[in-house]
């Protein structure tokens, strides 16, 4: 038989996915450890051996494989732009939307002690933002020749006005500088252009980001590594909300992805006012929007989940005797391979997952304010409305193998109305119940109505 | 000669009388003034300031939006490379009585350069602005301000 198989090079696990393409069916999935710091080739050996045994003696050919990778830290994205509020927002808006980690961002023109910090921080790619097409010029330049002078080495992306593009480029090609020109991110005020720098760091994910990380090996087992695990997942939820040539999506909806260090939410929605009278400020919203919270998670994160969420918030959803939340938070942000064993460790992890989705999604979602005027009541609203969101995708360990996720998604509804943050109110819970998504976003470059009728066909629904 | 201003009235407030008194007073007074009228976004103001290389722009609201409509305005300034641009604003500011000195300070941590009451006379902002942009009134000489 022939089939497909997809892989994701995780930051924990090596996942494999085997798809029957002709009878939109997965065949069985798999996961060991990854393997990125020593070869990642005994990982995926381990995960492959382990798939032929799930895959019961069916005789399966990989005809196609392709691969998706978010090992050694994921893709690494330091973005720079003018203001912090505008060019700023929208590069690095535009980078997580390409899946990547934001592992800085800096405002203004740069200066050396930035320089060194950006140094220690080792980025894949400099996205180098700043001025509408036409505005501001001398901060970009400023940057381009701080990065061109002392750090040659790394990859940059162009994204900001267009008028100072000769000048870049010429400081760029004089410092032997691996660089990419793309459309500015804001060509004019108020207007986001975030597909581009999409696509461009999309690109050079595949051309160069992949050699550095130690994948380029793999390559020839897999096939290429076409997009950060970020991307897929989100490259999924748009075919699932929007649909393909022939096949109704489901509209609409969000994704919430828990994972040990960050919790990652996806929405795909315009996110425009529900009701009249509401004026929407700030920088434009992307359709297909990705937020990360590198301070919710469930391990590495879970000492900063409680340092952010308090003692209150975690109770709530915990209700296990051992009430020393924090210790307990300290010693699974010091365990991060931890795998729950007794019920206390099931609750425990049920309670940070719900409190990190619940603060994710708050932090995701747009605010509302009131302000008095003499024509009565006005509200403003900056960010996404999402209360009319129709559905709502769980996805991460915790859901996957934990024993109660629908306590878990049912949390991200009972948050953030105090504050005037717009939720979705009543969206169709849903679970990821065979860890497919990723694998689906991937498969989507190349078979998207068959990876949109095998999300439709293994999303369980719950409640 | 630094005299180009862009005067409009921000946001969805309509108020036309005072933005043509104001037209009238700047024009008068020898100022350049180029008038965008009621109805302008913050986009409208700064892409009017861009084409025509204004030194400042003036920002009426009367209809007690103020505060909204006006946030964010003097970032985008800096984006389109107008960071020396003098903003001024006027008008109702905010609803109700509320202290002078709250208003201004909310409107002056929003960037703008100066903020004035109701009932300020068209006089006291010229000038202000002469002031600002070192220029010497009388040499512009049309109408005498006293």
């Known amino acids: ?463 | 000669m630094r005299n180009t201003i862009v005067l409009g009235v921000i946001g969805s407030d309509c108020h036309a009388v005072g933005n043509k008194i104001l037209d009238y007073a700047f024009s008068s007074a020898g100022f350049k003034v180029i008038n965008i009228g009621v109805l302008s976004s913050q986009e409208d103001f700064i892409n009017a300031a861009v084409e025509t290389d204004a030194d400042a722009i003036l920002v009426s609201s009367l209809y007690g939006h103020g505060e909204i409509d006006c946030r964010g305005f003097r970032e985008k300034c800096e984006e389109e490379g107008l960071s020396e641009i003098l903003l001024y604003v006027g008008g109702n500011l905010v609803v109700g009585k509320q202290e002078w000195k709250t208003v201004e300070n909310l409107y002056k941590k929003m960037g703008f350069n100066r903020v004035y009451p109701p009932g300020t006379t068209p006089v006291a902002a010229i000038t202000d602005l002469a002031r600002d942009l070192k220029i010497d009134l009388s040499k512009l000489g049309k109408v005498k301000v006293s």
Request: charge should be negative; include cysteine.
């Open chain 1, 1 to 463: 038989m022939e089939a497909v198989l997809l892989v994701d090079f995780g930051s924990t696990y090596t996942k494999l996915t085997a798809v029957d393409i002709k009878n939109e069916e997965i065949l069985a999935t798999a996961k060991s450890p990854s393997t990125v710091e020593t070869d990642i080739m005994i990982g995926l050996q381990k995960a492959y051996s382990s798939l032929k045994e799930r895959l019961k003696g069916i005789p399966v050919e990989f005809a196609e494989k392709y691969a998706c990778s978010s090992a050694a830290g994921g893709l690494k994205i330091v973005a720079l732009g003018l203001v912090p509020e505008l060019t700023v927002e929208a590069a690095a808006r535009a980078a997580l939307g390409a899946g990547a980690r934001i592992v800085g961002t800096y405002n203004h023109e740069i200066e050396m002690y930035e320089v060194e910090e950006i140094v220690a921080k080792k980025p894949d790619i400099i996205l180098l933002a700043g001025g509408t097409d036409g505005g501001n010029k001398s901060c970009i330049i400023h940057n381009a020749k701080m990065l061109a002078e002392h750090l040659s080495d790394i990859s940059v992306i162009a994204a900001g006005n267009s008028k100072a593009r000769e000048e870049l480029e010429k400081l760029f090609s004089d410092h032997k500088m691996c660089y990419r020109f793309t459309e500015n991110v804001m060509p004019r005020l108020n207007i986001l252009n975030v597909e581009p720098v999409r696509q461009t760091i999309r690109k050079l994910f595949i051309e160069r980001i992949v050699l550095a990380r130690g994948l380029k090996r793999a390559e020839k087992y897999v096939g290429k590594v076409l997009m950060p695990t970020p991307a897929a997942v989100m490259q999924a939820a748009a075919i699932l909300a929007d649909g393909t040539e022939g096949e109704d999506g489901y509209g609409e909806l969000m994704v919430v992805d828990i994972g040990g260090a960050t919790t990652d939410v996806h929405s795909i929605a315009a996110g425009e006012p529900l009701e009249a009278g509401i004026n929407w400020y700030g920088l434009p919203e992307p359709y297909a929007k990705r937020t990360v919270e590198g301070d919710l998670g469930m391990r590495v994160s879970a000492y900063s989940l409680w340092q952010t969420a308090g003692y209150q918030r975690i109770r709530k959803y915990y209700t296990g005797s051992n009430s020393d939340i924090e210790q307990k938070c300290l010693s699974l942000s010091e365990q991060i391979d931890k795998i729950p064993v007794t019920d206390d460790d099931f609750e425990f992890d049920a309670a940070l997952g719900a409190v990190a989705v619940q603060m994710a999604v708050e932090r995701h979602a747009g605010v509302l304010e009131k302000h008095y005027t003499p024509t009565g009541l006005v509200y403003a609203l900056q960010g996404k409305d999402l209360r009319g969101v129709s559905c709502l995708i769980g996805t991460g360990g915790v859901l996957v193998k934990g024993r109660d996720p629908q306590r878990i998604l049912q949390a991200t509804l009972e948050g953030g109305f105090g504050e005037g943050r717009l939720i979705p109110q009543k969206p169709q819970l849903m679970l990821d119940s065979s860890y497919i998504l990723s694998a689906m976003g991937l498969l989507s470059n190349v078979y998207p109505v068959q990876a949109l009728r095998i999300m439709k066909k293994y999303l369980k629904r719950i409640v």
